[in-house]
């Protein structure tokens, strides 16, 4: 069975400060982790791949800095990290990142089983996961 895990990286929460003017969250000069909702499904991933076998895939989007989170992700037991990173996708609305990270779920072999956190904690939107 292989499983993909969908991670974010989002800003730490007890560092977050939101801009007044755009209502949007400051990215930079805040430590970056993975969302701590999309630990819980890395968590679950591992759990099915520890009792019915297969290989678990963590899928992100974000930029090259990005790569960090999947590699604690790797430490944690997955067996592959795939990170989608291109100028074009910054800013991208929930719309398009299901898109995207639709396509790239269809490009990798033998899916059985995506699992995605509740909610990112830096949009709240929880969009995501069901769009994809």
């Known amino acids: 069975m292989h499983i993909v895990v969908c991670i974010k990286q989002v800003p730490d929460p007890s560092q977050a400060r939101i801009d007044?003017?755009?209502g949007m969250v400051i990215r930079e000069g805040v430590d970056k982790i993975t969302n701590p909702f999309d630990l819980y499904a890395l968590e679950?991933?591992?759990?099915?791949?520890?009792?019915?076998g297969g290989r678990v895939t963590a899928l992100s989007m974000g930029p090259?800095?990005?790569a960090e989170v999947l590699r604690d992700a790797i430490a944690m037991g997955v067996d592959n990290g795939v990170l989608l990173s291109d100028r074009e996708f910054a800013g991208a609305d929930t719309l398009a990142t299901s898109y995207?990270?639709?396509?790239?779920?269809?490009k990798l072999e033998g899916v059985a089983l995506v699992i995605c956190g509740k909610q990112a904690v830096d949009g709240d939107t929880a969009q995501v996961g069901p769009g994809l």
């Open 20 to 22: 007044r003017d755009t």
């Open 44 to 52: 679950e991933s591992l759990r099915i791949k520890e009792s019915e």
């Open 64 to 66: 090259p800095a990005a």
């Open 100 to 106: 995207t990270l639709a396509q790239a779920v269809r």
